[in-house]
């Protein structure tokens, strides 16, 4: 079956889940993405489940129906399976398949231990938490403080009705039965990526604490292209501001799944949940265990390996926020502890609007700090950060350039991120760029305008678009009046400046004229200007008389 196809089908299915969720009033309710995200997630788990037993054991491969298989299995063979299964399957009881809970979904029959009715909701929530329990050392990640985040949790628990709950869960397993993801596990990254923008789309309009829950792709896809241009392998990658994962998902793939470890923090616990299903999609279940809710600037948690300092990185992503109320750690952040960290110094507390404290300036100092000897850096910045005169931000240009470790930036076309209208520009380090050019590029002119949810504008970068400045940006060579090749010494003679604008050729047309021709323009010109002169002086004679008139009078 085609991927279109595939696709097509696979977002029927979260409509399907999101029209049950609006007909039971939890339409635009707290409590839907949780829902949705952990139902998909519950559904893709038991079909690859089933995809996996059948790859570890022959016999079931053949069967006509594999789950009558499973159930007639000795329960000896069934935990032999289970040890089967590679690292990245979650290991189910019979009791958890999607069919159990839709023979079971009408059966007044079942009793709980006590002996009291067990009704259907109370079946399918104990089920997810069964399975999170289950494979709990696996699939959760974890708090600042170690506590495991489970898997899933009770979904029952939004619909206020009592009598409603048992009719919700029976609409939304009779939707599961009607899908199987058995023709998407050989999907790729790409395939994925589209199906979890799609799957979150709703929900990822109002950001986090500390975090826009999702980058656009092309511009992830272009940030990994281009800090990854050759093969690697057992290396790390870190986002201190993670989201959603899309920057460190796509850097991966660029890498590859299996040659990297990826750590990441963040302080919203929506979006980790988000990070959680991206990297389970995505085939990157080894890195859970990396994945830290709280929060980066005041508790970072990825330590080196005595444990007395933090961590470092071989390759760092991030898309920071840009302005946030942090006042209440300010002078925490700014004290002899956080010196090192924070070199550049700590944005001081405005007296009306807290909010615009620039907090991307201290996850900046944050990156850096975090990059190993021969690390690479991508980090996503107001365009007003390349030129700003004074302050942290001119400090922390001057470092980069002092300490040899920039490799260019790319400014972006306006509005390339649909919920923010602030410009920017992607700042590219690299520890050993000690000697080599620096290249900036304007590249604010690409990309075509639409419409998003009919009033806001978005720009979008086509396949050309992503490929020119990829192509250009790693080629190294100036283009006209996009791109610029410049040394360190040059970005000091401009004042630091990061603009690359500022160093474009400014090109004077020579035009070969003979004496005659020459004498015709100058005439020319002087006879305009005479004319200037003249209707000058009689503008001014009439506006002495209007004066005088007015002082007569």
Request: proline residues 3%.
């Amino acid at each position: 079956m085609q991927t279109e196809s595939i696709t097509i089908r696979t977002k029927r299915m979260i409509d399907d889940l999101k029209t049950i969720c609006a007909n039971f009033g939890l339409g635009g309710s707290p409590g839907e993405y949780k829902i949705i995200t952990q139902v998909f997630l519950y559904k893709y788990l038991s079909d690859k489940f089933i995809y996996e037993a059948q790859r570890a054991e022959p016999s079931l491969a053949r069967a006509d129906h594999i789950e009558e298989a499973l159930n007639a299995m000795p329960d000896d063979q069934y935990e032999m399976l289970l040890m089967m299964l590679g690292g990245d399957t979650a290991k189910l009881k019979r009791t958890h398949y999607i069919s159990y809970l839709f023979n079971h979904q009408n059966d007044d029959t079942m009793r709980k231990a006590d002996g009291s009715s067990y009704p259907f909701h109370e079946l399918f929530d104990d089920t997810l938490v069964d399975i999170a329990n289950f494979n709990l050392d696996i699939f959760s990640v974890q708090t600042g403080g170690e506590e495991k985040i489970k898997l899933f949790e009770p979904i029952s628990q939004y619909v206020i009705e009592s009598a409603k709950k048992p009719l919700f869960c029976r609409a939304i397993i009779n939707k599961l039965v009607e899908f199987n993801f058995a023709e998407v596990f050989e999907q790729k990254y790409d395939f994925f990526a589209q199906i979890f923008e799609y799957l979150i789309n709703d929900y990822n309009k109002d950001s986090g604490k500390y975090a826009e829950y999702y980058t656009p792709h092309t511009i992830a896809t272009i940030i990994a292209r281009i800090m990854v241009q050759s093969e690697v392998s057992n290396v790390t990658v870190y986002d201190p501001a993670a989201g959603s994962g899309t920057l460190v998902l796509a850097l991966a793939h660029q890498i590859g799944e299996k040659n990297c470890t990826i750590y990441t923090q963040d302080i919203s616990a929506k979006s980790n949940e988000f990070l959680r299903l991206n990297l389970i999609l995505n085939n990157l279940v080894h890195s859970l265990g990396n994945v830290v809710h709280d929060d980066t600037l005041i508790a970072p948690r990825h330590l080196n390996a005595r444990k007395n300092g933090l961590a470092k990185f071989n390759y760092i992503v991030s898309n920071p926020p840009f302005n946030m109320d942090f006042s209440d750690n300010r002078e925490t952040l700014a004290g002899e502890n956080h010196k090192e960290r924070f070199f550049a110094g700590v944005p001081k507390i405005p007296q009306k609007k807290k909010s615009s404290m620039d907090i991307y300036l201290m996850f900046l100092q944050h990156i850096i700090y975090s990059m190993d000897d021969t690390a690479k850096a991508a980090v996503v910045v107001p365009t007003g950060f390349l030129t700003a005169g004074s302050g942290i931000q001119k400090k922390v240009r001057e470092h980069l350039v002092r300490q040899r470790m920039l490799r260019g930036v790319v400014s972006m076309p306006s509005n390339v991120f649909a919920n923010t209208g602030t410009n920017v520009s992607v700042l590219f380090l690299d520890k050993e760029n000690k000697d080599g050019k620096v290249i900036l590029m304007d590249a604010s002119k690409l990309g075509t305008k639409e419409k998003v949810d009919g009033k806001n504008q978005k720009t979008v970068l086509s396949e050309e678009d992503m490929a020119l400045i990829v192509d250009t940006f790693n080629a190294g060579q100036p283009v006209d009046d996009f791109c610029a090749a410049v040394s360190y010494e040059d970005i000091e003679q401009k004042k630091l400046s990061f603009s690359a604008g500022q160093y474009f050729e400014v090109k004077i047309e020579y035009v070969e004229l003979t004496q005659e021709e020459f004498n015709q323009k100058m005439n020319g010109f002087a006879m305009r200007l005479n004319a200037l002169f003249l209707g000058s002086r009689q503008l001014e004679d009439e506006i002495k008389k209007q004066l005088g008139r007015v002082k007569y009078e």
